[in-house]
């Protein structure tokens, strides 16, 4: 028996030991999967974990974790002075929302000291852009920013982007909810004072997402990039007002793009771009929130392709793929430079549903042996070749 207990008692070392041999890397990455609240709340796992959240370098503050302002502004108060200052934070991750207070000096202060600590990736949601505090402006070290405003489009509030950012090393942008506002100078835009430019100052950017912003004083928004290799825009699906700009032109200057993803409801914009920026494009997603019926939005998807000669895979949904289709005597055309070095076609349904033949054979009548990704109907299957 006493042989046994030792035994067992060895065996309960051995597991404690587990825990205590993890590195404090693995550690980290474990503790960075958690909030701020919790991953302080491990300190009484073990010895191993009492001062482990003090040097993480992942930050993640959500208003909703606690239930009164008092509480949360304690925690921060407390979290900020505990932990270990010459640990740089990787990520702040600072998710506020609207019905959860914060106020705006312990706003200022949590994103102070996370760009004081050469703050890599910040991602914040209902941000107040006027109440940033001056550091977050000019960063030499923030390589991915998330943004997203308390943009409400109802209210006619809006946060405006600024155009004066210094990010030199920052690579990935995404934005939520921000308006664009011309700056004197119009940067790459042909339309002049009809255009904006907000991003020909990050010369390192590779990743740009714009998702259901507006303009305030312009038609068309450019994108200059030297480095942009994905685009992803997501247009505002609501009515047009008076006092900003929900549908709006594409101005494209980027080289090197890749991939572009295009998400809309009842309005597509023309897509302005030398022959050689297009033709840099090899992989495309359109989707379309709803059909609409509009001859004026089957003529521009419809250019979309014609333009975009040198796609290698387009990945297109049922309604976007229905809209096309009005084009007047669509499958009579014939074009030698359709789609043709097409070598993937994927359409998305939101239910199985056929897709008649015509329509996928007029796609890919200059690219045969592209694969064809989606539920098609029987009868194609004996002549192109599909994936699952």
């Known amino acids: 028996m006493e042989r046994h207990k030792r035994h067992h008692k060895d065996d309960s070392k051995n597991e404690d030991d587990l825990i205590s041999d993890l590195s404090g890397c693995v550690l980290h990455l474990i503790l960075s999967f958690l909030n701020a609240k919790e991953a302080v709340q491990t300190c009484i796992l073990s010895k191993r974990w009492i001062n482990l959240w003090k040097t993480l370098p992942t930050l993640t503050l959500s208003s909703s974790n606690f239930r009164t302002q008092r509480s949360l502004e304690q925690f921060v108060y ?5 932990r270990d200052h010459s640990t740089a934070i990787h990520t702040l991750c600072l998710q506020l929302h609207y019905n959860h207070f914060m106020g705006i000096s312990l706003y200022r202060m949590i994103i102070e000291y996370a760009f004081s600590h050469n703050v890599q990736q910040f991602r914040i949601s209902y941000a107040i852009i006027e109440d940033l505090p001056p550091r977050f402006f000019s960063s030499h ?3 991915s920013l998330h943004l997203s405003s308390s943009f409400l489009l109802h ?17 990935t942008l995404s934005l939520k909810y921000v308006a664009f506002r011309r700056s004197t100078s119009y940067g790459r835009c042909t339309t002049f004072h009809n255009c904006v430019d907000p991003f020909s100052a990050f010369n390192m950017l590779d990743t740009l997402i714009i998702d259901c912003c507006v303009l305030l004083d312009a038609r068309n928004l450019c994108i200059s990039s030297t480095k942009l290799l994905s685009l992803t825009i997501c247009m505002y699906d609501g009515d047009p007002r008076d006092n900003f700009r929900t549908y709006f032109g594409i101005e494209l200057y980027a080289p090197t793009v890749h991939t572009f993803n295009y998400s809309c409801g009842q309005y597509i914009p023309k897509l302005v771009g030398s022959k050689s920026v297009l033709s840099s494009i090899k992989h495309v997603n359109i989707h379309s929130s709803r059909y609409m019926g509009s001859g004026e939005k089957s003529s521009i998807i419809f250019n979309w392709l014609v333009e975009l000669a040198n796609i290698e895979s387009l990945t297109i949904n049922f309604f976007a793929l229905t809209d096309i289709f009005l084009f007047p005597d669509l499958l009579k055309i014939k074009l030698p430079s359709l789609l043709c070095n097409l070598k993937s076609l994927k359409i998305k349904v939101f239910q199985p549903i056929s897709i008649p033949a015509e329509t996928v054979d007029f796609l890919l009548q200059n690219s045969r042996s592209a694969k064809v990704v989606g539920d098609v109907v029987p009868q194609l299957h004996a002549r192109l070749p599909l994936t699952d």
């Open 155 to 171: 209210s006619g509030s809006m946060q405006i982007f600024p155009n004066f950012l210094n990010f030199p090393a920052l690579t």
């Open 78 to 82: 407390h979290i900020l002075s505990l």
């Open 141 to 143: 070290t923030l390589t």
